[in-house]
């Protein structure tokens, strides 16, 4: 285990400052949380730095079930530092699952459950002519998991991950996939296309890691690790694992990374050419149904739902008032939107809604800025039946339980587990909102929940355990089945229908797709939805 340089110290002690200063930024966050993953002398260091500041207490406890927003005691905090520095080996894997979740918007329970369970974070999008060493036949749409490493002996593979970053590889080559927003090249040929919506996405090799800032590049690794980095389009950070600083490179721009340090590319133009050679790929094309409702088309009451291969009839959506004097549609200049006053609320049916099957949710969602925390539940929600995880509701809201996260940052509440994101809603603006439910290969395995907003990935998670008898509340009262395959918007569901719980906000252009839309198709549905929505006011 290969201790810390002086430089190396000085550089993390910079980025520790910054998350006690609340000032670290993306970047910053993407360096430190590869630091984090490779080094255990990293690990060590951050623990004792950090737990030196109170600030560590309200940065981990935004992640933890205690209430985090009261201040603790000098005398706590301080007995809480020593405590840490007597199980500082526990503490430091404690406190790393706790930056992680942070990073990724992740509950601490839910990312504690990752290591139980394989989290995918990738999908294979398009091939041409592959063999792979390890996996074999590996099809087009196969979800990636985290740590999973792909050897592939010949051919182009392209690999979306979740933050919507693409990898073509091509063979031989080897990657191993560490999380939604990075890789590791061990050897082999890449091209990265990186979106604005996962800017931060970072690939590493032996000899440096390329922190992207929406770009295009490409990478070439050698066995022995050095590495060849070509910039496309755009940008890119590059940090050589020696003691040289990092660089920034811009398009056209090259550079040779190797155990001795940095080097510019003689002759790099062929390399240049050949990378910006684009090659034919078989795409995945899987086929999708979906049904949207857009506000647009209101007959009295009710709002009729458009869709695409489905039969329509009966997803009519049926609106439903706690006063006769309300009115859920309301027209506006740019179009027409649901408005939930925190009375009314609205419902459709939806065949096999409450089935453990794959699906994507998604909507434009206006939050007041003074929203109170009694107008959290819920936007969308509806009853979910799974071998695993029995018959509870999901709930897609804002988060008001500040024990558990900050207040108004997206939630979505499933199988007794949530994920949290990190982007306030409670602003008075329009966001996109779409979450994306990835059952297990089997019937045991969780489901599993990407939150997009505005189209960047937000928060991930995975449920709690199940009920010890399925069909029973706590009381053993069989539960009422008036709410299967039930959409309900603006209201919390409980056993036998809504709650007196309901969501204060407007909501515009929902979608349900019968499957985990990817990145790029949501940050589309957000492009041409735009439109229904209501300029900010």
């Known amino acids: 285990m290969k201790d810390l340089t002086d430089k190396e110290i000085l550089a993390l002690d910079t980025l520790c400052n910054a998350i006690v200063d609340g000032t670290i930024n993306n970047k910053q966050k993407v360096h430190l949380s590869h630091w984090l993953i490779t080094s255990e002398p990293a690990r060590r260091h951050y623990i004792r730095v950090t737990g030196l500041s109170a600030s560590l207490y309200s940065y981990a406890g935004e992640m933890q079930a205690e209430a985090p927003d009261a201040k603790m005691p000098e005398s706590k905090i301080i007995y809480g530092v020593f405590r840490l520095a007597g199980l500082l080996a526990a503490a430091a894997t404690i406190i790393f699952v706790f930056w992680i979740a942070k990073l990724d918007n992740k509950a601490p329970e839910l990312t504690l459950a990752v290591t139980r369970h394989e989290e995918t974070v990738a999908q294979l ?13 590996m099809p087009l749409g196969s979800r990636l998991h985290q740590g999973q490493p792909l050897d592939l002996s010949r051919g182009f593979a392209e690999i979306t991950f979740d933050s919507g970053a693409k990898v073509v590889l091509e063979g031989p080559a080897s990657i191993k996939l560490n999380s939604a927003w990075g890789a590791s090249l061990r ?6 296309h990186v ?5 931060g996405f970072s690939i590493s090799s032996p000899t440096v890691n390329v922190v992207d800032l929406g770009t295009e590049f490409a990478m070439i690794t050698d066995p022995s690790g050095t590495t060849d980095l070509l910039v496309l389009t755009g940008a890119v950070e590059a940090s050589p694992k020696t003691d040289q600083q990092s660089l920034l490179l811009k398009k056209d721009e090259a550079r040779r990374f190797d155990s001795s340090g940095i080097t510019k590319i003689e002759g790099s133009d062929p390399k240049f050419t050949r990378s910006t050679q684009s090659v034919p790929l078989d795409n995945f094309k899987p086929q999708t149904d979906y049904v949207h409702w857009s506000f647009e088309k209101v007959n009295g009451r009710e709002n009729s739902a458009e869709g695409l291969e489905m039969p329509l009839a009966r997803f009519d959506t049926h609106v439903k008032a706690a006063s006769n004097e309300a009115d859920p549609i309301s027209a506006h200049a740019g179009g027409q939107v649901m408005v939930f006053d925190g009375q009314t609320f609205a419902k459709a049916f939806y065949g096999g809604l409450s089935g453990n099957l794959p699906r994507t949710v998604a909507f434009w969602v206006n939050v007041p800025a003074r929203a109170q925390l009694s107008d959290a539940y819920a936007m969308v929600a509806w009853r979910a039946e799974s071998h695993k995880l029995r018959s509870r509701p999901v709930h897609i809201c804002w988060n ?3 024990s558990e996260g900050t207040i108004g940052v997206i939630r979505t509440d499933y199988g007794g587990g949530f994920a949290l994101g990190s982007t306030p809603l409670l602003d008075g603006r329009w966001h996109h909102i779409a979450v994306a439910f990835i059952p297990g290969e089997n019937a045991d395995e969780p489901v599993q929940v990407k939150q997009y907003v505005d189209g960047q990935l937000e928060g991930e998670g995975y449920p709690s355990q199940p009920r010890e008898r399925r069909g029973l509340n706590a009381t053993g ?9 039930t959409l309900w918007l603006g209201c919390r569901l409980g056993l036998n229908g809504p709650k007196k719980n309901r969501f204060r906000g407007e909501i515009n252009g929902l979608f349900i797709a019968n499957r985990a839309l990817a990145p790029s198709e949501i940050v589309r549905l957000m492009k041409e939805s735009q439109p229904l929505v209501l300029p900010v006011q």
């Open 125 to 137: 999008t398009a091939s041409k002519e592959c063999q792979w060493s390890r996996a074999g036949s």
């Open 187 to 192: 050897s082999g040929t890449l091209k990265a």
């Open 195 to 199: 979106p604005h919506e996962a800017i």
């Open 400 to 402: 008001r339980n500040p």
């Open 477 to 485: 009262i069989d539960e009422a089945t008036a709410v299967d395959d």
